[in-house]
C-alpha cells in the first residue's frame, strides 16, 4: 500500500495533544502545591466554614498525575505513528490524548487519522 500523510498528521496531533496534557498536569500540580503552601501561610481561620476550600496538593494526584500520564503515551504513541510502525500503539496514544480536556480535539484527530491509516503500518 501506498504510504500516504495520514500516519504522519495523526502522530504530530498526538504528539502535540500528549504535550500539552503535559504542560496542564505540570500546571495543575505547580498551582496545587502553591495554593497548599499559600494555605498554610494563612492558616487555618482564613476559610470559614461555610466557604470552599481552593485546590490542594490532592488534586495534583487526582487531576495532574493522569494527565502527565495519558501524556507520555500520547507522545509515544505519536512517535510510533511517524514511524509507521506498531498501530496498536500509535492508535492507544491517540486515544490517551482524547482523555486529557487539553488535547480533546487533537486527540480525537489523531484516532481518526491512525485509524483511517491501519493498513500502511509495519506488520
Request: charged share 0%; proline share 3%.
Given at each position: 500500500m501506498e504510504k500516504t500523510w495520514k500516519p504522519v498528521a495523526g502522530g504530530i496531533c498526538s504528539i502535540v495533544g500528549g504535550a500539552l496534557a503535559i504542560v496542564g498536569g505540570?500546571?495543575?500540580?505547580?498551582?496545587?502545591?502553591?495554593?497548599t503552601g499559600m494555605r498554610g501561610m494563612w492558616g487555618p481561620g482564613m476559610w470559614g466554614p461555610g466557604m470552599m476550600m481552593p485546590l490542594t496538593g490532592n488534586a495534583f494526584v487526582l487531576f495532574g498525575l493522569p494527565a502527565i500520564i495519558l501524556g507520555v503515551v500520547a507522545i509515544i504513541?505519536?512517535?510510533s505513528g511517524l514511524r509507521r510502525r506498531h498501530?496498536?500503539?500509535?492508535?492507544?496514544?491517540?486515544?490517551?490524548?482524547?482523555?486529557?480536556?487539553?488535547?480533546?480535539?487533537?486527540?480525537?484527530?489523531?484516532?481518526v487519522f491512525i485509524a483511517l491509516a491501519r493498513g500502511e503500518f509495519e506488520r
Open positions: 505540570v500546571a495543575f500540580g505547580l498551582l496545587g502545591a502553591w495554593v504513541g505519536g512517535v498501530w496498536g500503539l500509535a492508535l492507544a496514544g491517540a486515544i490517551c490524548a482524547v482523555f486529557t480536556p487539553m488535547s480533546f480535539l487533537l486527540g480525537a484527530v489523531a484516532v
